[in-house]
């Protein structure tokens, strides 16, 4: 058998790793990682059973895949919720000083806002995600992805830091707060903890109170 699908148009050999784990992706999505089969995912791709394994070593290897693409996307969100709290600060701090200063944490605040947003809408991505990376062994295909994520969230809290909006300290560590923080609020959202139409209303007060407490104060 070839690896000309049915239904979805022809891949050449470069253009099905791709394709596969844009499938997985979406099955990812519909049913969870633990229903996403290299069978399934050759059978909706239109290839043959045998085809994904040419390019992907097992399951493992095709969900690692399937977890970076999320771990990208959930970048791409994050981005767009900065922007909009940007634009909004912006817009407050025409309004005079009381709103600028209600606006000044508005990046950090986005950035926690937006990993709960992000998980409580896919709770399979964030549900792969957690058992790629918030393990006893982070895979190290990830490493890459990982490190260029983390590393824009230390930046803007030393930008916060020299600016004198957040007590001085070691960044990471403040970093590594945050994260358990957001982690903590997705997985008590989605394990019904939370009531789902109260979640993100006590989210953004929980990391409004978690913002005060590491504003600088002046």
Same mark, same amino acid.
């Given at each position: 058998?070839?690896?000309?699908?049915?239904?979805?148009?022809?891949?050449?050999?470069?253009?099905?790793?791709?394709?596969?784990?844009?499938?997985?992706?979406? @099955? !990812?999505?519909? #049913?969870?990682?633990?229903?996403?089969?290299?069978? &399934?995912?050759?059978? /909706? %791709?239109? $290839?043959? +059973?045998?085809?994904?394994?040419?390019?992907?070593?097992?399951?493992?290897? @095709? !969900?690692?895949? #399937?977890?970076?693409?999320?771990?990208?996307?959930? &970048?791409?969100?994050? /981005? %767009?919720? $900065?922007? +909009?709290?940007?634009?909004?600060?912006?817009?407050?701090?025409?309004?005079?000083?009381?709103?600028?200063?209600?606006?000044?944490?508005?990046?950090?605040?986005?950035?926690?806002?937006?990993?709960?947003?992000? +998980?409580?809408?896919?709770?399979?991505?964030?549900?792969?995600?957690?058992?790629?990376?918030?393990?006893?062994?982070?895979?190290?295909?990830?490493?890459?992805?990982?490190?260029?994520?983390?590393?824009?969230?230390?930046?803007?809290?030393?930008?916060?830091?020299?600016?004198?909006?957040?007590?001085?300290?070691?960044?990471?560590?403040?970093?590594?707060?945050?994260?358990?923080?957001?982690?903590?609020?997705?997985?008590?959202?989605?394990?019904?903890?939370?009531?789902?139409?109260?979640?993100?209303?006590?989210?953004?007060?929980?990391?409004?109170?978690?913002?005060?407490?590491?504003?600088?104060?002046?």
């Amino acid at each position: 058998m070839t690896e000309r699908p049915a239904g979805r148009g022809s891949y050449h050999h470069g253009a099905l790793p791709e394709a596969l784990v844009g499938v997985a992706f979406e @099955l !990812l999505d519909e #049913v969870g990682q633990e229903q996403v089969t290299m069978r &399934e995912v050759a059978r /909706r %791709a239109g $290839v043959s +059973a045998g085809a994904p394994f040419r390019h992907f070593a097992d399951r493992r290897a @095709l !969900l690692t895949a #399937v977890a970076d693409r999320v771990l990208a996307d959930f &970048e791409a969100w994050q /981005r %767009a919720e $900065v922007a +909009a709290a940007t634009e909004a600060a912006v817009a407050g701090a025409g309004e005079g000083a009381a709103g600028s200063a209600g606006d000044r944490r508005a990046v950090l605040r986005a950035l926690g806002l937006g990993f709960v947003r992000y +998980a409580v809408r896919h709770p399979h991505r964030f549900a792969l995600v957690r058992s790629r990376v918030f393990a006893p062994a982070p895979q190290p295909e990830l490493r890459e992805r990982l490190s260029g994520i983390d590393r824009a969230y230390t930046e803007v809290i030393v930008a916060d830091q020299a600016a004198g909006l957040l007590r001085p300290g070691d960044p990471e560590l403040v970093g590594f707060a945050g994260q358990a923080l957001v982690y903590g609020l997705a997985q008590m959202i989605l394990d019904g903890y939370l009531p789902a139409e109260k979640a993100e209303e006590v989210a953004a007060q929980v990391l409004d109170t978690f913002g005060r407490g590491i504003a600088n104060p002046r």
